[in-house]
């Protein structure tokens, strides 16, 4: 059985680049750059000011007569000279001749003469041109997630355009006879499909596009044509199936289609009859039916996958060493425990989460992270520091 580190080297060997798209700025969002981004000009473009004010020579003292006005967005006619001062606005270019700005708050706020109280340093206040960016200065390289800060740094490189990361579209299927929607009458033995929901939203956090299939029974003959029909994505990821289960036909499916299998079975709980197959130049992704494995799988193998698709930087979730508040409990395998992490104090914690049943969708529900137990450690004291993968915000 391979252990989850060589699982994803072997997956991460197996996903190639996804195309690359030009979208408008706005579109940028959420998504993968594919482009390094240099600035075409200084920013900002001239010398401006950081404060409302008056524009002035350091070195002068005593009164200044004030011989006009520069607000921001405009750019000022006259030279301030000695012994006078420009009413300046926070943005305005710093008109030639000064050299500091005087805030308003040290100055009378003269009109006509204006008094500065305090002595102002050469350069004081002023933002120098190219403070932001410098011209030729690369701002943002491809692989970059774009977020809000980075929209901003695309716009102010006058980007109203940027290459992105096509969103890979993703089919999910679940299978299983039990399997009822959500919303329909639930008899004894049947069982909601909720794990259609939970990967769809994994898959859209990902950045990518979900494509969500009718629910897949369990026979050979269906589970063929579900996954035949679902490649038409670029990827194909289902749930349930790939147990030693007698009415478990993901496996035989996948070998029908002429797939090849990547692996099958990974030392972890929850989780461990993963299984990951090439067909037709498709990555199949079959993770187990139990809600829980379904997340745990699909964080440690899925996300990575879809973000090395992008071309993101950087594709494993980031892995942190945190403070238990309650004891841990590891199992012959690597374990993988649902843990809320949380502020207390300055200090970020691990708070397991009440329920740990793979089958039970609450033990998902307000957790961010998966604390990892060595296999063969029976228990970890609460107040030990353990490694936890980051699944969500905290
Ligand atoms: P399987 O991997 O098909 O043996 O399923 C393992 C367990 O997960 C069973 O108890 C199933 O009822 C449950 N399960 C399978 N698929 C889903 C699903 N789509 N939503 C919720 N539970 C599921
Ligand atoms: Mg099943």
């Not at 990361?165 to 499909?193: C, I, K, M, Q, Y």
């Not at 090849?260 to 498709?282: D, H, I, N, Q, Y």
């Not at 039970?360 to 450690?377: H, I």
Request: negative net charge.
């Amino acid at each position: 059985m391979l252990t989850v580190e060589e699982a994803q080297q072997a997956l991460l060997a197996e996903v190639s680049l996804i195309e690359s798209e030009e979208v408008a700025l706005t579109e940028t969002h959420g998504r993968i750059l594919r482009e390094d981004v240099v600035a075409a000009t200084d920013v900002p473009l001239a010398d401006n000011s950081a404060m409302d004010g008056y524009a002035i020579r350091a070195e002068d003292s005593g009164p200044r007569r004030v011989i006009g006005e520069v607000r921001a967005g405009s750019v000022a006619s006259m030279r301030v000279e000695a012994g006078t001062a420009m009413r300046i606005m926070t943005g305005a270019p710093v008109p030639e001749g000064a050299d500091a700005v005087a805030q308003i708050e040290i100055t009378d706020r003269g009109e006509d003469v204006v008094e500065i109280h305090e002595s102002v340093k050469r350069g004081a206040n002023i933002r120098r041109r190219g403070e932001d960016m410098r011209a030729g200065d690369l701002v943002l390289s491809s692989g970059t997630f774009i977020g809000p800060g980075e929209l901003g740094v695309l716009a102010t490189a006058r980007r109203a355009r940027a290459v992105v990361a096509r969103r890979p579209v993703v089919a999910v299927l679940s299978t299983g006879d039990e399997l009822v929607d959500a919303g329909e009458h639930v008899a004894a033995g049947r069982v909601v499909n909720s794990n259609v929901h939970t990967l769809s939203a994994l898959v859209r956090d990902c950045g990518a596009i979900a494509r969500p299939q009718s629910i897949v029974r369990d026979s050979r003959e269906a589970t063929i044509a579900a996954i035949e029909q679902a490649l038409a994505c670029d990827y194909v990821i289902s749930s349930g199936g790939v147990s030693v289960g007698a009415y478990d036909f993901v496996k035989d499916a996948l070998e029908a289609l002429g797939g090849e299998t990547k692996f099958w079975r990974v030392a972890m709980k929850p989780g461990k009859p993963v299984f990951l197959s090439r067909v037709r130049e498709r990555l199949f992704f079959g993770l187990p039916g139990n809600p829980v494995s379904c997340m745990v799988t699909f964080t440690l193998f899925v996300a990575p996958a879809l973000r090395k698709a992008m071309g993101a930087s950087g594709v494993l979730p980031p892995v942190v060493n945190l403070t238990t508040t309650a004891p841990l409990r590891g199992s012959e395998r690597r374990t993988y425990v649902r843990v809320r992490v949380f502020a207390r104090g300055g200090e970020l914690l691990a708070e397991p989460m009440r329920a740990q049943s793979s089958g039970a969708t609450t033990s998902m529900s307000g957790a961010n992270g998966l604390a990892v137990v060595q296999p063969g450690v029976r228990e970890i004291e609460a107040g030990t520091v353990v490694p936890v993968i980051l699944m969500g915000p905290i």
